[in-house]
Structure formats: C-alpha cells, structure tokens
C-alpha cells in the first residue's frame, strides 16, 4: 500500500501573504469602486437635493401702471450654461385692479407658448397664433390654450416692481 507523500511543512507565510494580498486587493477594489461612485451618486442626486437660487428681476417702475390697464414690460436677465453666459428677454404685463389688486401675468400662451398681447379695444389678451383670448385676470375666455396665463410672483422694492423668476 502506498502512502501520500507527506506535505511540506509551511511555516504559514506563504498562506497569509496570500490572504493579505487577497484582501488587499480586495479592499483597493471597493476603494476605487466607491470613488467612482461618488461623483455619479451626486451627479444624478445632488440637483434634487440643491436648494435653487431665488432670482429676482427688476421690471419697472410702480408708478407706470395705471389701474384697470395692463402694462407692458420687458426684462432682460442673464443665464449660464457651463461656460456659455447669454441674455434673455422676456415680456409680462403688470395689472393693478381698481379695488387694489395687483400680479403680473406671463405673456407667454399656454397652448403653444406664442406671446400673447393686450388689445385695448377688446379688453383681452389675444394670441396670434390660433385664436386664444384671455380676460385681464389671464383666464381663458376663448379658443385651445388649457390653463390660465402664469402668474408670477411680486415684491415691491423702492418704487420698482421685482418678479421672483423660476419655481
């Protein structure tokens, strides 16, 4: 009958350089997984978690609207995307009401984003586009658009008229 041959003593060096090294390149792996991790995690998180900025726009002067009549005003405020800084202008008609309401009022139709205009004569906000009229609250009196025009929110500032831009 034949013996195995007997084993080699190991003085137990060779087996933990082995898990060492195991486990070493174990743990360089998890490091480098969560390091690219991160920047990805945060990239499609870290939006929702942003506070947004509140932007205030200065329109114009309190003094120039006058009661039952929509006045017309254009901005203009600055945007930047990465590198690339650009100018918007907008339109929005501020409303001060005889019995002292007051908001400002998108010019921009709620069918298909034409800019609509107040037409004296008619006492509505016509848009050009397909026949929409809205009263001078900005509700829709007529033709497709679906909802109201927007309303922005207001603050008076010395004198001046400030729009808060965004949500």
Sequence with gaps: MTHPAPEPESNGAVLTRRRFLAYLSGLISALIAVLLAVPVISA?????LRRAKEVWVTIGSTDEVYPDRPTRFTYRYETLD???????RETVYAVKRKNGDFYVLSNVCTHLGCGVRWDEE???FLCPCHD???DIEGRVTHGPPPK?????RYRFQEGRIEIRLGT
Excluded: T
Aim: charged residues 25%; hydrophobic residues 35%; proline residues 13%.
């Design 44 to 48: 499609f998180v870290g939006p929702a």
């Design 82 to 88: 990465g590198w690339y800084r650009k100018v918007d």
């Design 122 to 124: 008619r006492q509505l």
């Design 132 to 134: 929409g009229r809205y």
């Design 148 to 152: 109201p025009l927007p309303r922005f």
